[in-house]
């Protein structure tokens, strides 16, 4: 997990442990890995806990923009094809 990132030996467990709380396609993410090292170094296990929430919370938030955005794009494709269908019904009079 962390193989070239430099933790203190009596920081490795809580380091495990909290890169389980991060989602997991950001656990093997070397950028995480290091941020997560820092906040518990400087900060502590609390304030790196804080920072995988607000990890969390980015990851819902943009998972939701993606699902809005399909919606979208699904409702502008299905009153494209209800128009061109209702001109071709149109066109065929």
């Known amino acids: 997990m962390a193989e070239n ?3 203190p030996d009596e920081l490795q467990g809580t380091f495990k442990r909290l890169m389980y709380r991060v989602p997991e396609k950001l656990r093997r993410d070397p950028h995480t890995q290091k941020i997560i090292q820092l906040y518990l170094k400087m900060g502590g296990e609390k304030l790196a ?11 819902r938030e943009e998972e939701r923009q993606k699902k809005a955005e399909a919606n979208a794009s ?9 128009i061109d269908s209702f001109y071709s019904e149109f066109d065929s009079l």
């Open 49 to 59: 806990k804080q920072h995988i929430e607000i990890i969390k919370l980015r990851i």
């Open 74 to 82: 699904e409702k502008s494709d299905i009153g494209e094809d209800s």
């Open 5 to 7: 990132l430099n933790i």
